[in-house]
């Protein structure tokens, strides 16, 4: 007996319907994949990469993580960016947050979460060093608000790896955009962070 039958059964339904609107999709798809983007974002259930931006399986390479977060010892991610940029030849890398965060809001809770706690400490770092400007705020206001430096924060991560600062003297056209999304609304918001060179990362460290 399989197990979780309605997801073998909500596969087929879809594999059936992408068949018959494309019928050489899947060759296609089985042949190679060349996405033009990478997408750094949370675990969180309820922001799915591919169905946010309208993209289909093949079109973008997912890399999500608790809190959208670029740690520079977490071989995970880094391997993942790495395959983006030196094979795939990736475009663009998107790093987005979202409102609501879980990952945000317990990093900013004053109990203990377990394990997770260790991998969080990040997210309270950057809470630290704009403790002053989220003060002033409301409780909901500082929890958005952070979500977006957090975003912020992981475009200056991925900017300062060696795969992006090699990719980048080597003449490799690379951009890091640094989104939120809104599970309220659905809605993307960019955050004018786009950084294509490491003079522009080092001006946008400046400004953080």
Known sequence: MKALPELFKNNKKWASEIWASNPEFFSRLAAQQAPE????????????????????????????????????????????????????????????????CG????????????????????????????????????????????????????VINVGNTTIIQDAWKRGQKIAIHGWIYDIADGLLRDLSVCVTSRRELDLLQKKI
């Not at 991610?77 to 795939?88: E, G, N, P, R, T």
């Not at 394990?115 to 704009?130: C, S």
Request: hydrophobic share 40%; glycine share 6%; net charge neutral.
């Open 37 to 100: 983007y990478l997408w750094i974002g949370c675990s969180d259930s309820r922001v799915p990469a591919n169905e946010i931006v309208g993209l289909l399986p093949g079109e973008l390479f997912v890399h999500r993580n608790v809190g959208n977060l670029v740690i520079h010892t977490d071989m995970n991610c880094l391997s993942v960016l790495q395959y983006a940029v030196d094979m795939l030849k990736i475009k663009h890398v998107i790093v987005c947050g979202h409102y609501g």
């Open 103 to 154: 990952g945000i809001q317990a990093a900013l809770e004053n109990k203990p979460h377990g394990l997770v706690d260790n991998w969080l400490r990040h997210i309270r770092d950057i809470h630290h060093r704009h403790r002053d400007k989220l003060s002033i705020l409301s409780k909901a206001e500082q929890m958005r608000k952070l979500c977006e430096l957090n975003a912020v924060e992981q």
